[in-house]
């Protein structure tokens, strides 16, 4: 097995994690899986999140501190916003586009759409601020009538189910604040704090910025030493990356087989699990496939030129098959910067600078997941979304990707506020959470990849780029 390179490794693992799973819910193993093998996968998933804040910290302070140019990192923070500005415009429009030609809502029996739009406008009555835009009324409607004693109760069900509580009570404590509350969000009141919390990874980014820049600004006979030890500290965070990489494909064998056997108790259950909601499931797995396979390697061909198609995959197999089992963008973190700095060829500099902010600020995955999941959930409730709404979904699923955190399923809190902002009931998160963790781990793949592709982006427009012949790669 030590002759396969790391990401073949990783995929076997993976594949034989997936077959046990379905052989040991077949044979009743189950509670021996979770009791004794699903906790490797969680020791996995935090001994790579206990290493990426610090890296985070450690590598953007080294980043900028070993600049001679610091007029530089303001031009390369600016390519790096715009970067994930667009790709995050462009992964909503794709999103858009699939679920609008594929309709995946409409494949549903059209009874349950009808008590599912009664619901609807039972709940829109019962909402104050929210009205229907479309111009249907079904509750006025005679024809419908005998629904509506059905449709309220198990309105009322949806209402009451507790995990959508808890996410809709995180959503609306996350718009208390002014509109400037995102940049206040953005300054730590304590920086110990924010290194123990990986929803605050934005805030450590801004501290690292600004120490770094500070540290540019006095004189080196005190500068020097700090950097020297910042510097020897980013290698030992980097060396406990390749020491966990070593062990990645039993950990990733353990993380998946413990997926599915979370999910359910037998083979039969996981696929019912996914029978439900197929046509969804599909779409969106297109839209993300449409990001990875053919808009980044199409940028990278188009602006970099040094790395082919296959190549590109190559390069960065680690880290997205890393990313499909953590479901994790901060978790995958570290091997997405192995990756990019010593596969793809990105220099240090951009790779400590720009890496970091992606896994915060860029979801481009989610992005794609908010808007087809919006617009299926308004298809199979019989509504009928104006251009108006479709471009606020383009907007506000922007935003809320920039303000996801990375950790898993954390899409499915800011798509309430995406829910909110066209009128729809925010309890309908509800109706996708089934298959919600397994195309988490699609999603993050997309995160991944987008990442790495801009950073790629960043290098070779800075002159930062030295792509290594594939037979010279570690």
Not at 226 to 245: H, S
Request: charge should be negative; glycine fraction near 6%.
């Amino acid at each position: 097995m030590r002759k396969l390179p790391l990401y073949a490794q990783i995929i076997l693992g993976l594949v034989l994690g997936i077959i046990y799973a379905f052989v040991s819910s077949y044979a009743g193993w189950n509670e021996f899986t979770i009791n004794w093998i699903d906790p490797f996968g969680v020791i996995f998933i935090r001994l790579l999140k206990f290493i990426a804040v610090p890296l985070v910290l450690f590598s953007i302070i080294s980043g900028i501190s070993s600049l001679t140019d610091v007029s530089k990192l303001g031009r390369m923070g600016a390519k790096t916003l715009a970067a994930y500005l667009l790709t995050t415009f462009a992964a909503v429009g794709i999103g858009l586009l699939v679920v609008n030609v594929f309709k995946p809502g409409t494949h549903i029996a059209e009874e349950q759409r009808i008590k599912n739009r009664i619901k609807y406008e039972i709940w829109v009555q019962e909402t104050e601020g929210v009205e229907i835009t479309d111009g249907k009324h079904f509750l006025a409607d005679p024809q419908y009538a005998t629904y509506i004693e059905a449709a309220g109760a198990e309105l009322q069900q949806e209402l009451s189910n507790a995990d959508v509580e808890a996410r809709v009570q995180a959503t609306q404590s996350m718009q208390t604040g002014g509109p400037l509350q995102f940049f206040v969000d953005f300054v730590p009141d304590n920086i110990f704090s924010a290194l123990t919390d990986a929803q605050k990874m934005l805030q450590v980014i801004f501290f690292a910025i600004f120490f770094g820049i500070m540290l540019l600004q006095v004189p080196e006979q005190y500068s020097q030493p700090v950097k020297q030890f910042i510097d020897g500290v980013n290698e030992v965070f980097l060396r406990m990356v390749e020491v966990v990489m070593n062990a990645a494909p039993f950990f990733v064998f353990a993380l998946m087989a413990g997926v599915i056997a979370n999910m359910a108790d037998s083979p039969q259950a996981v696929f019912e699990i996914f029978k439900g909601l197929l046509s969804y499931s599909v779409v969106l797995v297109v839209g993300l496939a449409i990001m990875v396979f053919i808009v980044y390697p199409a940028l990278i061909l188009l602006f970099v030129r040094k790395i082919s198609y296959s190549s590109f995959f190559r390069r960065m197999a680690p880290a997205q098959f890393l990313a499909f089992s953590t479901s994790s963008s901060a978790a995958t973190l570290p091997v997405t910067m192995e990756c990019v700095r010593d596969n793809l060829g990105v220099s240090k500099t951009v790779t400590n600078f720009v890496l970091p902010i992606g896994a915060t600020v860029n979801m481009d995955g989610t992005s794609v997941y908010q808007a087809v999941a919006v617009v299926f959930m308004a298809q199979m409730h019989l509504v009928d979304l104006s251009l108006a709404q479709q471009l606020t979904i383009v907007l506000t699923a922007t935003l809320a990707s920039i303000g996801a955190a990375a950790v898993p399923s954390a899409g499915l809190i800011m798509m309430i506020v995406v829910l909110q902002s066209v009128g729809l009931n925010p309890a309908w998160i509800a109706i996708i959470f089934p298959v919600d963790r397994i195309l988490d781990m699609c999603r993050t793949v997309v995160n991944v990849t987008g990442d790495a592709t801009v950073a790629t982006l960043i290098a070779q427009s800075e002159g930062e780029l030295e792509v290594k012949p594939e037979e010279e790669l570690p």
